[in-house]
């Protein structure tokens, strides 16, 4: 009778040990899963930052041409 008991409390420690471990490791990959999610916000406001840059250069590049086209004409009507 008591090499069962014994035998009992010995699975219920190792049950107990083993759920502690699991848990630990639960906390970590939550913290994990929260500092993913943090960086993949970031990565999309870097991404419409990104896009709007892109925009504003294109808008510069269009600027330029037409700049470059008014300094032709002014050089050749000289």
Known sequence: MWVWIAVAAIALIVLVTAAVRLLGRLSGLRRAAGRL???QEEAMRLQAS?????QTLAGLQTRAGEMQDQM???????
């Open 72 to 78: 032709d004409r002014i050089k050749a009507g000289s």
């Open 50 to 54: 990104a896009a709007t840059l892109e």
């Open 37 to 39: 999610q943090r960086r």
